[in-house]
């Protein structure tokens, strides 16, 4: 569960990194 949570975490992450450079 743990796990699962982190990975939501990362990918929020990525697109807000993402977004934020765009």
């Given at each position: 569960?743990?796990?699962l949570?982190?990975?939501?975490?990362?990918?929020?992450?990525l697109?807000?990194?993402?977004?934020?450079?765009?």
């Amino acid at each position: 569960m743990t796990h699962l949570q982190d990975i939501e975490k990362l990918e929020a992450t990525l697109w807000a990194s993402a977004l934020a450079r765009s």
